[in-house]
């Protein structure tokens, strides 16, 4: 089936099947390797992806689904201005160790600053909630996102 | 190239003891940073194995006809393949077949493997395999494989691996394929007139590691010999295991090592690559293999283990002896098990001063998923029931938890255990720390408990590692060290440990990753002895390529060979400057050429495990957690950890790894727990295997760093990231103790917590 989202900013027509995975689309056709399969059933987050701004598990959403669709992955976003932000607060925390988590760490984070969720502490608890990280111990994260949403970390 | 005049600065900048932003921040931000899964080579084809549903049984035969039939499918590999060579494996104990061979001995055990044109291909082809078994007795628990007459998992006489390092291995006994003891004083007399003796029995649950990216191996075999693109901690073993297993040179076996996503102990020693391996021989075309969740469960977990411990003391809280028997789960193949069981057994006596000490640990094979090395690992299993011991000698002797621990505990100098190292750092000095930093004296709420503990980790594994260190010729260095950045930092920790011995910034060194053609031998990485070992390495081969800049410099000034110094990436007489670039142009005319240093770490001694550790990680932790007496549910409200690292290379690095030591603790101790049945493990997902997020993060924690210089590695540093694990754990069942809930089976469920609740109530009414 020939579907044809908006990735990364560009329309881009790819002919997939349609059992295809969106997180293997990207992988292996398109080379886009920063979604990373983990889990493969909607945990860990780290192969989360944006679409028309939300984030989605790509593990487990199928790729005829973004037909006409936004899809951001992190090739798009560190192409964006406001990534720079990110990567300072991140960089400033040291919130990155291993790095398999980051890239959709990233994303989650770029869509709820844009949500405008994060009012507190605790929502940016709540919104992480679904990316998970196993070296950090996410008090550097939440502290970094704390800085970005202009709420105090804990 | 443009070579500017230099002026000399105020003050060289240090550049060992700042935070640093981390040198691969960016790389792994913007999705840059390549992991095995992310590779690809040409011709290169996908694997599937197909694992054991059985945890024990006979193969009857194996019938592949109608998978090779597939489309797509290139190859298929069964123990059959293997019969050219002496297909047996393990570090420890070479116990393990490539592929299962007659028998497998755990659910999950590969039985065959294929190689197709792609992943889907490779999956369809592995349900085509057919396979009869018949079915054997399941030594599925501790309890089992202990038992008089148990079945045996292993009937063979065990054969020592490349890497067992602890003297002469035992010969198997049962099902005990390790034992490790000490015993010291005359402990039966002192417990018979102690006027206090507390015992009991504990268990500690299996555990998966839940590194995110599972281990995944490229193999190519080809005129140049074997290639690895490996996610392996320790990629020179893995060269070597390779090397006898194949009976190849050690020349002609590669092991190229990319950024790995999380190791905590999983990817330590060989683990995939044997059937990549073997299996792209079959095929005569590169193969890769990316485990699921579900299959790296069952190719590395920790130990769980069953302790039996009693602590004599006297009346007024001095501790007199220790007697304890701890037994390992080892799974169907003893991995590391035989370094778990060593490491836990000096870990139990924990640090303080005995009259007498005997411990008893052992190795137990059983049918189920083989265990490994996991953070912390032999420290984390024990040190919570003896600090529990410690906790109700105080009750019973009205001793506050840290007082005790005052008068007990060891003092730099003292022995640890019999030979090897005298302790070497100030273990008061840091619980009184802890207890600062937790808020120790803070007025109790109604339901709220509070622990602390303190043990000590045989750190730094075999003292072998090397490293070479370039400057190039526009004044950049290169350092090039076979140890593993898995997430530690330490590609940060070595760029400014050379940066401060060459005098240039620690932006301008770049470390790159393993490439066994390449970078220089290190054991492993492991046993927190990354920044102490590698790092001394790095050290000694920056200082001879100091040397070699003074050397230069000296035939700029000749006669004042006293007076120059280097800083700021230049050296300097006085006043008068000549940068790194010029100074190499001088040796070698144009602009080419390089400055290369080498430096080594070897054992000091033989290098045997008695003689070690290198030095002893500091296991301190404390915790506040409040108890819901009528869910059961515990709620972590404070933590601290103090980092007794010696000297801090980079204090933000050492800080996460005690926040992320700190959360993994909180999982072990709290919530996660691999629950296997008749040798079967029931949750083999993240959905029912669940690790924690951010809303398990405490209300408040600290880190403490400690830095009193006593560390054998560079600046006086040691390693860190692994205590601050075995002693959250600790400090957490000592809190929910110290709430009146003493348990002895981790993790604390509230189903346990609310179980022990009612059976204390029942017990005092």
Redesign the interface.
């Given at each position: 089936m020939r579907v044809a989202p908006v990735l990364n900013g560009h329309v881009t027509t790819i002919d997939v099947e349609p059992q295809e995975l969106l997180l293997d689309v990207l992988r292996e056709r398109l080379d886009l390797t920063g979604a990373k399969r983990s889990c493969d059933v909607q945990v860990c987050g780290t192969c989360t992806v944006l679409v028309d701004g939300l984030p989605v598990s790509s593990c487990t959403y199928l790729a005829v689904e973004t037909d006409g669709r936004d899809v951001l992955t992190i090739e798009g976003l560190r192409e964006l201005p406001e990534f720079e932000a990110i990567t300072d607060a991140f960089g400033r925390h040291a919130a990155v160790q291993c790095g398999f988590c980051t890239p959709a760490m990233a994303l989650t984070i770029h869509a709820l600053l844009a949500s405008g969720e994060l009012t507190d502490e605790e929502a940016v608890r709540h919104g992480l909630a679904g990316n998970l990280c196993r070296c950090t111990g996410y008090r550097a994260i939440v502290d970094a996102v704390g800085d970005l949403a202009g709420v105090p970390g804990a | 190239m443009t070579i500017e005049t230099p002026r000399r600065p105020a003050v060289a900048t240090p550049q060992v003891g700042r935070?640093m932003?981390?040198v691969?921040?960016?790389?792994?931000?913007?999705?840059d940073?390549?992991?095995v899964?992310?590779m690809s080579v040409p011709r290169m084809l996908h694997g599937k194995v197909l694992r054991s549903p059985m945890a024990h049984a006979r193969i009857v035969s194996i019938d592949t006809a109608a998978a090779l039939a597939m489309p797509g499918v290139v190859a298929v590999l069964t123990g059959a393949d293997l019969m050219d060579i002496d297909p047996y494996w393990g570090h420890a104990i070479k116990d393990r077949p490539i592929v299962a061979i007659d028998r497998v001995r755990f659910a999950g055990e590969p039985v065959a493997a294929v190689a197709a044109v792609?992943e889907a291909a490779a999956e369809a082809a592995i349900r085509e395999i057919v396979v009869e078994y018949e079915e054997l007795p399941v030594v599925g628990t501790l309890d089992e494989a202990l038992a008089p007459d148990a079945p045996l998992v292993q009937d063979g006489p065990l054969r020592p691996g490349l890497f067992h390092g602890l003297g002469t291995l035992p010969a198997r006994d049962g099902n005990i394929c390790y034992r490790y003891g000490i015993d010291r004083g005359p402990v039966d007399e002192v417990f018979a007139s102690a006027a206090i003796v507390v015992e009991g029995d504990y268990t500690f649950p299996g555990v998966y590691q839940?590194?995110?990216?599972?281990h995944s191996v490229i193999a190519q075999w080809d005129a140049d010999g074997i290639t690895m693109w490996a996610t392996c901690q320790h990629p020179f073993l893995v060269r070597a295991e390779i090397a006898a297993l194949f009976d190849v040179p050690l020349g002609k076996v590669r092991v190229i090592v990319p950024?790995?996503?999380?190791?905590?102990g999983s990817k330590s020693y060989t683990k995939m690559e044997p059937i990549t391996v073997a299996l792209a021989r079959k095929a005569g075309r590169p193969v890769k293999i990316?485990n699921?969740?579900a299959e790296s469960m069952v190719t590395s977990r920790r130990h769980g283990a069953q302790i039996h411990m009693r602590t004599a003391a006297d009346s007024s809280g001095t501790l007199l002896a220790r007697d304890v028997t701890i037994s390992f789960d080892t799974g169907a193949y003893a991995d590391n098990g035989p370094r778990v069981t060593a490491t836990g057994g000096d870990a139990a006596p924990g640090p303080y001063r005995w009259a007498a000490v005997r411990v008893d640990a052992l190795c137990v094979y059983t049918n189920t998923a083989p265990s490994g090395s996991y953070r912390a690992f032999g420290a984390s299993h024990v040190q919570w029931v003896g600090e529990m011991q410690v906790d109700e000698i105080a009750r019973r002797t009205g001793l506050d938890a840290l007082e005790i621990r005052r008068r007990n505990l060891l003092r730099p100098g003292e022995q640890v255990r019999p030979g090897g190292k005298p302790l070497d750092a100030d273990l008061i000095g840091d619980i009184e720390k802890v207890a600062e930093a937790l808020g120790w004296h803070d007025d109790k709420p109604p339901d709220t408990g509070r622990g602390l503990s303190v043990g000590l980790l045989a750190a730094g594994a075999h003292p072998v590692s090397s490293a070479v260190v370039r400057l190039e010729a526009d004044g950049d260095v290169i350092v090039l060290v076979g140890s593993t950045e898995?997430?530690?930092?330490q590609r940060t920790a070595f760029a400014q440990i050379a940066a401060e011995v060459l005098g240039v910034e620690a932006e301008r060194v770049r470390c790159i990753g393993t490439d066994t053609r390449f970078t220089p031998y290190d054991r492993s990485t492991g046993a927190s002895r990354s920044t102490t070992l590698a790092g001394l390495a790095v050290q000694r081969a920056a200082q001879q390529v100091r040397a070699d800049l003074l050397d230069i410099a000296a035939l700029v000034w000749p006669g004042r060979e006293a007076d120059i110094e280097l800083a700021d990436g230049s050296a300097w007489c006085g006043e008068d400057g000549r940068t790194y670039p010029e100074l190499i142009a001088r040796r070698f005319g144009l602009s080419g050429g390089q400055l290369i240093g080498e430096g080594g770490v070897y054992p000091e001694g033989t290098g045997s495990y008695a003689e070690g550790p290198v030095f002893w990680e500091v296991c301190i932790g404390a915790a506040e957690v409040t108890v819901d007496r009528d869910t059961g549910a515990v709620t972590v409200t404070r933590t601290a950890t103090v980092a007794d690292v010696g000297k801090a290379i980079n204090p933000?690095?050492v800080e996460?790894q005690d926040?992320?030591?700190?959360?993994?603790g909180i999982g072990n101790a709290m919530f996660e727990e691999m629950v296997f049945s008749d040798g079967l493990l029931l949750n083999d997902?993240?959905?029912e295997y669940r690790?924690?997020?951010?809303?398990d993060?405490p209300?408040?924690?600290a880190c403490v760093i400690v830095e009193n210089g006593d560390g054998p590695g560079p600046f006086g540093a040691k390693g860190c990231g692994e205590g601050a694990f075995a002693g959250i754990i600790g400090a957490l069942a000592t809190a929910v103790a110290d709430a009146g809930v003493p348990m002895h089976q981790l993790p604390l469920t509230p189903e346990r917590v609310w179980t022990r609740i009612q059976e204390l109530q029942e017990s005092t009414r």
């Open positions: - | 935070s932003r981390r691969d921040a960016d790389d792994k931000l913007r999705g940073a390549r992991y899964g992310d792609d839940y590194a995110m990216e599972t950024y790995l996503g999380g190791g905590f990316v699921t969740v898995m997430g530690q930092g933000q690095l996460r926040e992320g030591a700190t959360m993994q997902d993240l959905l690790i924690p997020s951010t809303v993060l209300g408040r924690s």
